[in-house]
């Protein structure tokens, strides 16, 4: 399984931005798709999840802020990001979840830089 993320950049706060992430092989064959993100000298964390069924769950700092969807047609989870601040600030990671497999696949990352 290949991820490929995008759609990083520089934005100022209170910009946005949104990210994409291609799986190579079709949305039926995932449990869960997640972003996670990782700010420099801290650990990656949790952001984002959309599982098969269609349930959603945000960290709490970006409730009401982010958005993360799907279309099952292009293999891509989105992660629309509104009201970007300076904690925003990190590389986000895409990860697919397969049934019946305990490997964990990751995307490349990329860069969110939130910054006047």
């Known amino acids: 399984v290949q991820l490929q993320a995008s759609g990083g950049g520089l934005v100022q706060p209170g910009g946005s931005l949104r990210l994409s992430c291609v799986a190579s092989?079709?949305?039926?064959?995932?449990?869960?798709m997640t972003w996670y993100r990782q700010a420099p000298g801290k650990q990656r964390e949790f952001v984002a999840t959309i599982t098969s069924g269609g349930g959603i769950h945000y960290i709490d700092s970006v409730k009401g802020r982010f958005t993360i969807s799907r279309d099952d047609a292009k293999n891509t989870v989105y992660l629309q990001m509104n009201r970007l601040n300076p904690d925003d600030t990190a590389v986000y990671f895409c990860?697919?979840?397969?049934?019946?497999?305990?490997?964990?696949?990751w995307g490349q990352g990329t860069q969110v830089t939130v910054s006047s």
């Open positions: 990860n697919a979840v397969l049934p019946y497999d305990p490997t964990d696949y």
């Open positions: 092989i079709s949305f039926s064959s995932i449990n869960a």
